[in-house]
């Protein structure tokens, strides 16, 4: 019987509150990465500054080997219509991948196209991507150890170790993780971890051209990112969930959920 099978049909035995002591050093991060109490990565979204032109969705999926045709993405980005009457329309065709034209919102039918001009509020777009909680819950439900959390904040996925088993995906209350479709296997944002980790930038704050994304290390007090989140007022999403986002937003509207 091949690994993962075996543990296929052993998981169920294995509950995310009684994790076994060999599930828990499967991977061993400790050994894996090197202690980094100076560094704590953090992700700043301005919504002022994001236009919806999509450029983020595309570039993640090119670099993180996300089939474009496919109805899965790592990030992706939600339009807000807020109408005079109080009423809030949301959506976000192909997770906004070729940005948000009028062409999209007819096959998407969302009634956006009804909306006329002097009924609107307000109107903005939201980038969501995985939030790398302080206490993430996906860690928390895996059973075999697949999920784990580096030194730095972010959490991860080993492959080789997951089986699919979909808990990661049904706990995160952020709706970001789903199973990819060529590996079969969980996925989800890790801020370009392969990228960062070496000194570069995420592909998605690459890719934006009017500086909407920025990642930043939180513990440096001189970091454009943890000045931001120090001195100006931002939000997170679902606060009440305890899960400590560090994804941080300017100009977060209370209508985002």
């Not at 953090?42 to 999509?54: I, R």
């Not at 952020?174 to 079969?184: D, K, T």
Request: with cysteine; glycine share 8%; charged share 25%.
């Amino acid at each position: 019987m091949k690994r993962r099978d075996f543990i296929k049909q052993t998981a169920v035995f294995v509950t995310g509150a009684a994790l076994s002591s060999s599930a828990l050093v499967m991977l061993d991060p400790k050994e894996l990465l090197a202690q980094r109490p100076e560094l704590r990565w953090g992700f700043l979204v301005d919504t002022h500054k994001c236009v919806g032109c999509g450029f983020c969705v595309k570039a993640c999926k090119i670099e993180n080997d996300i089939p474009i045709e496919a109805n899965v993405t790592r990030t992706w980005v939600e339009r807000y219509v807020l109408k005079k009457n109080g009423e809030v329309l949301a959506d976000s065709p192909k997770a906004a991948l070729n940005g948000f034209t009028s062409e999209l919102i007819d096959q998407n039918a969302s009634g956006l196209k009804e909306v006329d001009a002097d009924e609107i509020a307000q109107a903005f777009f939201v980038p969501k991507l995985c939030n790398q909680c302080e206490t993430p819950a996906c860690v928390q439900v895996c059973p075999v150890g697949a999920t784990y959390q580096t030194a730095d904040g972010i959490v991860l996925i080993d492959r080789k170790w997951c089986i699919g088993c979909g808990y990661c995906v049904m706990g995160c209350p952020y709706g970001v993780r789903f199973f990819h479709p060529v590996e079969h296997v969980a996925d989800k944002c890790n801020f370009c971890y392969h990228r960062i980790s070496q000194g570069g930038n995420t592909a998605c704050a690459q890719a934006c051209p009017f500086g909407a994304r920025k990642i930043g290390n939180l513990r440096d007090p001189n970091d454009p990112v943890a000045k931001t989140v120090l001195r100006d007022r931002v939000g997170v999403l679902r606060d009440e969930y305890g899960t400590k986002p560090q994804v941080f937003y300017l100009g977060l509207s209370k209508e985002v959920h």
